[in-house]
């Protein structure tokens, strides 16, 4: 059974920093598409980034340069470091699965991440 | 990257109305968009794929057509389940996923 659970959300000042992890079962994370999707309160969806399979990686205008995509294959586990936090950054942060001209398939349930002083 | 416009925002419609949800790329994607479901504290599930085929398990009054730039999503019959918003999602390989802003449909 496909898994994915999020992990490491949380309150955190303006300019900090957190890491999101999302820790897989059922699938490896290394042959498919992982990307976080985050949502703001009461708004749409924003994907903000992706590591393809090969490991190349994508970044949405709004976060290059302050968030990090990772992976980590012996561990199963998708991360997401997300430095110099703004307020609007805060979102529902969702780990999410997906294929070379795929939909997504799978999500998981989201973590919360609240920038605020 | 591609831009996608949804409309309405907001549909208001009664139990066993026939809605149409539209969706609109600033360019050609083909037919890979897909159509999500998210109802609230939940996350969003995949209704259709490749612009017209039905997900495994998604009701069979759901149903999208469409090419290029222009997708409609169409609920035959509305049932109180469908109540929820609705994301239109391209995910073709020339550049990064973008999603519609979203229709929300509610209780007439």
């Known amino acids: 059974e496909v898994q994915m659970v999020e992990s490491g959300g949380g309150l955190v000042q303006p300019g900090g920093s957190l890491r999101l992890s999302c820790a897989a079962s059922?699938?490896?994370?290394?042959?498919?598409?992982m990307s976080w999707v985050r949502q703001a309160p009461g708004k749409g969806l924003e994907c903000v980034s992706v590591?393809?399979?090969?490991?190349?990686?994508y970044y949405a205008e709004s976060v290059e340069g302050r968030f990090t995509i990772s992976r980590d294959n012996s561990k199963n586990t998708l991360y997401l470091q997300m430095n110099s936090l703004r307020a609007e950054d805060t979102a529902l942060y969702y780990c999410?699965?997906?294929?070379?001209?795929?939909?997504?398939?799978?999500w998981g349930q989201g973590t919360l991440v609240t920038v605020s002083s | 990257d591609i831009q996608m416009t949804q409309s309405p925002s907001t549909l208001s419609a009664s139990v066993g109305d026939r809605v149409t949800i539209t969706c609109r790329a600033s360019?050609?994607?083909?037919?890979?968009l897909a159509w999500y479901q998210q109802k609230p504290g939940k996350p969003p599930k995949l209704l259709i794929y490749?612009?017209?085929s039905l997900e495994s398990g998604a009701p069979s009054r759901f149903s999208g057509s469409g090419s290029g730039t222009e997708f409609t999503l169409t609920i035959s019959s509305l049932q109180p389940d469908d109540f929820a918003t609705y994301y239109c999602?391209?995910?073709?390989?020339?550049?990064?996923?973008?999603f519609g802003q979203g229709t929300k449909v509610e209780i007439k």
């Open positions: 999602q391209q995910y073709t390989n020339f550049s990064p996923w973008t």
């Open positions: 590591i393809y399979s090969g490991g190349r990686t």
């Open positions: 360019q050609s994607i083909s037919s890979w």
């Open positions: 999410v699965r997906s294929q070379q001209l795929a939909p997504i398939d799978y």
């Open positions: 490749r612009a017209s």
């Open positions: 059922g699938f490896r994370v290394s042959a498919n598409y």
